[in-house]
């Protein structure tokens, strides 16, 4: 079974414009995961979906940052226009329905925002 | 606050050598706790977890216990190999679906 996957793999962008980040979750997982490590720091989340639903968006960082998932299958993450901060290591995660299922990681998008 | 902290590295072994990697979190109520590892390369995988005080996690040879008297979760592992050379995440769920991390620890260990 294929785990979670994400594209592109690193990604090098000047300030100012723009990155579409695409995951695409373990088939049948309901819930799908958006976070985000910074400069080495700790993991931080950024949302939540339930199927197309976003359950929580509480940790995005700014109205700069746009996620969809369309049809409850793969999600994307906008960063518009993007700035040095953005800079970072994006992962996104997917799980069956429940609280305490396991989350499944994927391997992460590299951004460099120059 | 909610948070966990973990011992900063990097940290380097050599092989056959005793890890702890410290980790201690606040929260309120008793949360579900994780070891994460991500491999050069590779995505983050779960490496361990302890869902109730007292719980032993354990998996390749790697343990961490859920202490409540000491809020900690250290992560411990008897003889490491150069293959365990990563970066370990501390974390914790919230009760709900979001899962709060470390900053990680990166493990070099040398042949």
């Known amino acids: 079974e294929a785990g979670v996957t994400q594209f592109p793999s690193h990604s090098v962008i000047e300030k100012g414009q723009t990155v579409t980040l695409r995951c695409d979750p373990i088939?049948?997982?309901?819930?799908l995961y958006w976070y985000r490590r910074v400069m080495g720091k700790e993991i931080k989340f950024l949302l939540h979906?339930?199927?197309?639903?976003?359950?929580?968006e509480s940790g995005m960082p700014n109205n700069r940052f746009l996620a969809e998932r369309t049809g409850g299958t793969y999600s994307t993450l906008k960063v518009q226009p993007a700035e040095l901060e953005d800079s970072g290591v994006y992962f996104c995660?997917?799980?069956?329905?429940?609280?305490?299922?396991?989350?499944?990681f994927g391997p992460g998008t590299r951004l460099l925002v120059l | 606050g909610n948070s966990v902290t973990q011992m900063e590295g990097p940290v380097t072994l050599s092989e056959e050598a005793f890890l702890t990697i410290n980790c201690t979190y606040t929260?309120?109520?008793?949360?579900?706790l994780f070891w994460y590892v991500q491999y050069p390369g590779e995505g983050l995988q779960l490496l361990l977890k302890?869902?109730?005080?007292?719980d032993k996690g354990s998996n390749k040879g790697f343990e961490a216990t859920y202490r409540k008297e000491t809020t900690s979760f250290h992560l411990e592992k008897g003889s490491v190999q150069v293959s365990d050379s990563a970066v370990y995440f501390c974390?914790?769920?919230?009760?709900?679906?979001?899962?709060?991390f470390g900053a990680g620890t990166r493990l070099f260990v040398k042949a």
């Open positions: 088939s049948g997982h309901d819930n």
């Open positions: 979906f339930v199927k197309e639903s976003k359950q929580d």
């Open positions: 995660a997917s799980s069956l329905a429940g609280t305490q299922e396991t989350q499944y």
């Open positions: 302890a869902t109730k005080a007292d």
């Open positions: 974390a914790r769920n919230t009760g709900g679906f979001k899962t709060i």
């Open positions: 929260a309120t109520g008793y949360p579900s």
